[in-house]
């Protein structure tokens, strides 16, 4: 009898394609691969931009966002869907009643609402539908800080326990909110993971120098990956944020702006520089 090589665990993922190649699908499908799933992909919508800042948003039409989706998991089996950059209204519609069609899917959402060089990527009419809607079909959602107040509706800003706990009221699972732009902490970055019934769980690495493209795609794709290889939320997260960790302390700077994430090393590491 034929031996046949152990599947991947196939993670789809949906969201944005930034053509120089650090953020977004491109992002995601590194990143899933690295992490020994295979990625499925579909794009939410084009974009100009280069490493410094976006400069359009080129919408994908709707029906060909679910047709897409849903042939993939007609398909495959998917394990875990990562969702990222929507770009438009009827994209994050779109989503959400994919999501609606197939309920038992894990769904991983970094709720990318600004550019890293700072160009506004959600228009504020998609706001209510993400609060309402999307975040309680989520299993675990990542957002920066910035976002987590946005998203949150907070009238504090800076208050990161009470962001993290008001995103966690509107459904979710889980809530990362990555630290990278909390600037109170200059020498290291603190992420929060808050869940329902538990105190929030801290994790700080040092903080890297300069800025980074693409940096909460590739955590938020490895943690999808992680758990489509079975592992817990906890667990996931804690080995998202070291593969990304790694992938940014190897990060090469190509364009005139932000550095690239190194994400093509398989993790856990194989790399000897990697135990540095
Ligand atoms: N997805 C796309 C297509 C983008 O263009 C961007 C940022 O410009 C992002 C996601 C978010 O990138 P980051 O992971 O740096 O927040």
Known sequence: MQNHPPKPPV????GGHDPCGGAGIQADIESIG???????????CLTIQDSCNVSRLIPIPPDTITAQAQAVIDDCPVAVIKIGLLGSLSAAEAVVALLREN??????????LTAGGGRDLANESLLPLLRRELLPCCSLVTPNTGEAS????????????????????L??????????HDQSRPSEVANRLYQADKSPIVSVCPRLAGEFHG????????IAAAMARGEGIEDAVRQGLEYSWMSLRHGFRLGKCQSMPERLFKYPRQKPEDDE
Do not use: K, M, Y
């Open 11 to 14: 993670v789809l993922a949906i």
């Open 34 to 44: 690295a992490n020994g799933c295979h990625a499925a992909s579909v794009v939410t």
């Open 103 to 112: 309920p038992h899917q894990p769904v991983v959402f970094d709720p990318v």
């Open 150 to 169: 946005r998203l949150a509706g907070s009238e504090a800003e800076g208050v990161i326990d009470n962001d993290g706990r008001a995103l966690l009221g």
């Open 171 to 180: 459904g979710p699972q889980a809530v990362l909110i990555t630290g990278t």
């Open 215 to 222: 940096s909460g795609c590739t955590l938020a794709a490895a």
